[in-house]
């Protein structure tokens, strides 16, 4: 059996220079609302640098506080459905036991969204 590793790229972590990619449709929105919203973008500016990158940091704890939440309201809505939950669990019992209930709150999750699109799209075409 043989392990792959990656190679790290050239100047490994001692480079303090990082090329970032550029998306042409996120930098029109940036720009959009930097012009929509003047004295944010103001606010955004004078933010010393430490208080800016923990504003940052925030903002992804809420982001990954805001999906837990939403994986034990998916958890909670399978285990309030027995006849839902042993079907999620049928389709899961192939997972190793302590990946299946992130594997069923994934697969919940995006069902949910499929029955959402399917809805909106019946209620546009009536």
Excluded: C, F
Excluded at 19 to 45: F, H, L, M, T, V
Excluded at 73 to 83: A, C, F, L, T, Y
């Amino acid at each position: 059996m043989t392990t792959k590793t990656k190679t790290p790229p050239a100047g490994g972590n001692n480079n303090p220079q990082h090329e970032y990619r550029s998306n042409p449709e996120i930098d029109a929105k940036i720009d959009a609302y930097i012009k929509e919203n003047p004295k944010d973008w103001a606010y955004i500016q004078a933010m010393p640098r430490e208080r800016l990158e923990r504003t940052l940091v925030l903002n992804e704890v809420q982001k990954l506080e805001r999906q837990q939440r939403i994986r034990e309201g998916v958890m909670k809505d399978i285990g309030r459905n027995p006849e839902l939950q042993q079907a999620y669990e049928t389709l899961v019992k192939g997972v190793p036991e302590d990946h299946r209930e992130t594997v069923m709150a994934q697969m919940a999750t995006q069902n949910r969204r499929a029955v959402t699109r399917s809805q909106r799209a019946v209620g546009q075409s009536v």
